[in-house]
């Protein structure tokens, strides 16, 4: 190569390398705009681990009596829910404190996780049945057993994955495994080859064939926990993720759109339910997951050529994402705050075998820094305009909305991050003895350094801290 096209290419090269945003940012993110909001008396709920489903935007806790305006005058979708408290909601924070503690390694923080599996697993799961309660209302638990949604049922694993992801715990284990296969027993439908959405109730739930009935089982749980299971189940799992990919590919992908329709019992057009830049990313990141840990290379070609071709249809202008193909086949250009971490961890996941990837990050994380965050209240707003600006008066925690995608989103970018650094990327476990595998999440790859110490508080687990130089 002449020594001219060399100097041409290092400035380049140069750009592309620099181009992410450091992988300590993304710490300094987590541990001063999202834990703040969450490692409060008000977050841990009574008794503790009974996690709050609703909280007002300043992180008091809400009261019906003296609501506050964002909740008092919110939608009506949520307010009709004011009085109901959600399994899904006290797992996904859950998850939230066990990412805390794998980016930190707080003890405090495992304990909060700790806390809220004890929760879910003495409150919300069913031995008899193998399934789990959906929501308390007025202390009631509900729905009945099949009418429960099979959505619902997938995030109730979330905090429980997590959590065994961490430490291995046996027990918790044994609940997992009982849940998941009563989704599988009792959900999947022979005639229509899927999940169904619900398996018994009003025919107008029933008939529902939903994208997220299939892929909210791979990101809330089987992904994470499947490479680690012991055999049997490692095998059987992974047989299934792969059957839940080919199932959205084959029945909800659309080639000529690049999209996945979010449904398939309604119209299918753009505008749909569901059918968004967000569920289409994440089910490509899941669907390229799935074809790296099974081996299938038709899987991960498909999820490689269309994750690029959805990430070109939602980057705008400005450098940053935009949410969705309206019905005038034009993008929204505002945000939500899923779709928006949805979008820039496929391009991440991207970036990581081509580094091109990398160069859109910098504006769509100063972006998601800049304007998502709420800098006073600490947190990420559900919802901003094309140019950042929050809604007056919007509340940021209900019942579809908490730590959950922040979290993950802020852990992905460290990761990923360091990666394009090439800094070594640190996490903790807390593993029997200190022994076991430790994997960089949904990733794979080696540890360069693994040291060991003591873990008060937990008996027989051991604090691991695990480094990571090069993940894929």
Request: charged residues 25%; hydrophobic residues 40%; proline residues 6%.
């Amino acid at each position: 190569m002449s020594r001219s096209i060399l100097r041409l290419l290092i400035p380049s090269l140069t750009a592309v390398l620099s181009a992410a945003v450091p992988g300590q940012r993304w710490l300094d993110h987590f541990n001063q705009d999202l834990l703040p909001y969450w490692n409060v008396p008000a977050a841990w709920g009574t008794p503790r681990g009974d996690f709050p489903t609703f909280r007002c935007n300043d992180g008091s806790l809400f009261s019906a009596a003296s609501p506050c305006p964002e909740l008092g005058d919110a939608p009506g979708w949520i307010k009709a829910n004011l009085g109901i408290e959600f399994t899904r909601m006290k797992s996904r924070q859950t998850y939230l404190y066990g990412v805390a503690y794998h980016l930190t390694g707080d003890p405090a923080m495992l304990a909060l996780a700790r806390d809220g599996v004890r929760f879910i697993r003495e409150r919300a799961l069913e031995k008899e049945t193998g399934s789990a309660v959906s929501w308390w209302e007025e202390g009631r638990p509900g729905p009945a057993v099949l009418e429960r949604t099979s959505q619902d049922l997938a995030y109730a694993q979330l905090g429980l994955a997590m959590y065994w992801y961490l430490t291995r715990d046996p027990e918790v284990l044994e609940d997992i495994l009982r849940l998941k296969a009563h989704i599988f027993e009792r959900y999947w439908s022979a005639e229509w080859g899927m999940l169904r959405w619900a398996a018994a109730g009003p025919a107008e739930e029933t008939s529902r064939q939903e994208l997220v009935a299939q892929l909210d089982q791979v990101n809330a749980y089987m992904l994470l926990l499947a490479p680690l299971l012991p055999e049997p189940h490692r095998k059987a799992w992974i047989a299934d993720l792969a059957k839940l990919a080919h199932v959205m590919v084959d029945k909800y992908f659309e080639p000529g759109r690049h999209l996945f329709w979010g449904t398939l019992h309604e119209p299918r057009r753009l505008g749909s339910r569901h059918t968004d830049f967000g569920h289409t990313a994440k089910a490509l990141w899941m669907i390229g997951r799935i074809g790296l840990l099974a081996g299938d290379k038709d899987l991960q070609a498909f999820a490689r050529r269309e994750s690029e071709q959805v990430l070109r249809m939602a980057k705008l202008p400005d450098g940053t994402w935009g949410s969705r193909l309206r019905r005038d086949g034009e993008v929204e250009t505002s945000k939500e705050w899923w779709i928006y971490a949805e979008l820039d961890q496929l391009a991440e996941t991207l970036a990581l075998a081509d580094r091109s990837w990398a160069g859109p990050l910098d504006a769509t994380a100063a972006f998601w820094l800049e304007k998502m965050v709420d800098h006073r209240g600490h947190e990420v707003w559900g919802w901003v305009g094309p140019k950042g600006e929050a809604p007056e008066g919007a509340p940021k925690i209900h019942m579809w909305k908490n730590g959950y995608h922040s979290a993950e989103h802020a852990l992905v970018g460290y990761l990923t991050s360091s990666f394009l650094e090439g800094k070594a990327s640190r996490v903790f476990f807390a593993l029997p003895g200190g022994r076991g595998e430790a994997r960089p999440y949904i990733f794979e790859g080696r540890a360069v350094s693994r040291r060991t110490s003591a873990l008060p508080g937990f008996p027989g687990l051991a604090k691991v801290e695990a480094s990571f130089k090069a993940i894929r």
